[in-house]
């Protein structure tokens, strides 16, 4: 079992960037798949990010991809999500979710996911 606790979130002015770190505890960090989910008010969540146990395969949203970046440190039992170039309509509740797995896969839908931290907010100013 992993417990996951996100941080990093805060307000911010368009265009600025952020990162979000999800700190594990409890079973190795590395035998996890990891993803980054997001919540914006009246909204179903949302896949934004991948990443797999080793780090190595990572997936994005399309409305993400070349500003959001996913990497993992497994000795710090962390994963982090670098935002950049950050717009109003990324304003949502942030996730961290894991889930145990046996190969390098990469999980991109919430359903695939055991483990989910409480979230972190992050609000973007226009």
């Known amino acids: 079992q992993v417990q996951l606790e996100e941080s990093g979130g805060g307000l911010v002015q368009a265009r600025d960037s952020l990162r979000l770190a999800c700190v594990a505890s409890?079973?190795?960090?590395?035998?996890?798949?990891v993803g980054w989910f997001r919540q914006a008010p009246g909204k179903q969540r949302e896949f934004v990010a991948a990443?797999?146990?080793?780090?190595?395969?990572?997936h994005y949203a399309p409305s993400v991809r070349g500003r959001f970046t996913i990497s993992r440190d497994n000795a710090k039992n962390t994963a982090y999500l670098q935002m950049n170039v950050l717009t109003p309509e990324d304003t949502a509740t942030y996730y961290c979710?894991?889930?145990?797995?046996?190969?390098?896969?990469?999980?991109?839908?919430?359903?695939?996911?055991?483990?989910w931290g409480q979230g972190t907010q992050v609000t973007i100013a226009s």
């Open positions: 979710a894991a889930r145990l797995t046996v190969t390098g896969a990469i999980l991109l839908s919430e359903d695939d996911y055991t483990y």
């Open positions: 990443i797999s146990r080793a780090g190595t395969r990572t």
């Open positions: 409890g079973r190795p960090f590395s035998d996890y798949a």
